[in-house]
């Protein structure tokens, strides 16, 4: 062999060597990589568990506070209920009060008015039969004309 293929062929090996030692070289760190992170990954679960713990037992006193209140304001609620319904009960019988006054008058406008409606009617209708009255004559007129024309 040649100078030049002993170096090319001593080139491929060293760089094939290297190449090996360095994927080798990633290879161990990747494994190193790897278990640190699950280090953290299983350091982070346990401290979400305890922080889950933690709210779960802070939610269950918040809960039970929460039915404490609800008790006191049902029990604020329905007194005052009461109270209320007492309170409307006494201005829905004066509504009622003013409403039967007030409808009584009203009614009573409404008659008279209806009254004057009657009236005026009557009045048209007088009138209405001395139009009719007086078409028939201005019938009558013209048909005797037209007989004498004829």
Known sequence: ????????????????????TAIDELKNRQEEDSRYFNQRIDTLSQRIDTSSALLNQRMDSLNQRIDSLNIQLNQKIDSQGAQINQKIDSQ?????????????????????????????????????????????EITKQVMKLAEQKS
């Open 1 to 20: 062999m040649t100078d030049l293929a002993i170096t090319a062929k001593a080139f491929k090996r060293v760089t094939l060597d290297d190449i090996y």
């Open 92 to 136: 829905v019988a004066q509504i009622n009060q003013k409403i039967d006054s007030q409808g009584a008058q009203i009614n009573q406008k409404i008659d008279t008015q209806i009254s004057q409606v009657r009236q005026e009617i009557g009045q048209l209708n007088h009138r209405f039969d001395t139009v009719m009255q007086m078409l028939v």
